[in-house]
């Protein structure tokens, strides 16, 4: 199994600045809400891929079927946090290993998890966060062996 590798929270703040004043202000994401690592790997037997994101503190959690199955297309669930929603872990099954590919599937995940976290703003943002931390992991997920 791959080891993990660390994500800087520090890439995914945001500034912003005031037109009519200039000031600008930097919105630092909580330590909760980025995860600490991630790690993907395929597991041997199905060739499935798996992203595990790690985050400070552990919750039970539930899968959610992000992309049905279909023959020749790629099929995902994903593990989220039964009280916050974060995800834990991602499991994309018939997928080749091309990274245009990946980014698609991935891009339908979290546009799948934004959905059905419906109005619940604060998820549909922690849901974007997560595509971000995945793109900027793609070295790290197009590795898994």
């Known amino acids: 199994m791959m080891t993990w590798s660390t994500i800087d929270s520090s890439r995914f703040d945001s500034a912003t600045a005031s037109p009519d004043q200039g000031d600008h ?7 909760y809400e980025v995860p600490e690592a991630i790690r993907a790997y395929r597991k041997k037997d199905t060739q499935e891929l798996v ?16 992309l049905a199955p279909s023959d020749a297309s790629p099929s995902a ?11 834990y872990q991602v499991h994309i099954q018939n997928l ?11 891009d339908s995940i979290i546009q799948k998890l934004t959905e059905l976290a419906g109005d619940d703003h604060r998820r549909s943002e922690r849901y974007r966060l997560t595509g971000d931390v995945l793109k900027a992991s793609g070295e ?5 062996k």
């Open 25 to 31: 202000v930097l919105t630092l994401k909580a330590p």
């Open 51 to 66: 992203i595990d994101l790690r985050y400070l503190g552990e919750e039970q959690t539930k899968s959610v079927v992000a």
């Open 77 to 87: 669930t994903v593990d989220v946090g039964i009280n916050s929603g974060r995800v």
């Open 96 to 106: 080749s290993p091309s990274k245009s590919l990946i980014g698609n599937v991935l």
């Open 140 to 144: 790290i997920i197009m590795a898994a």
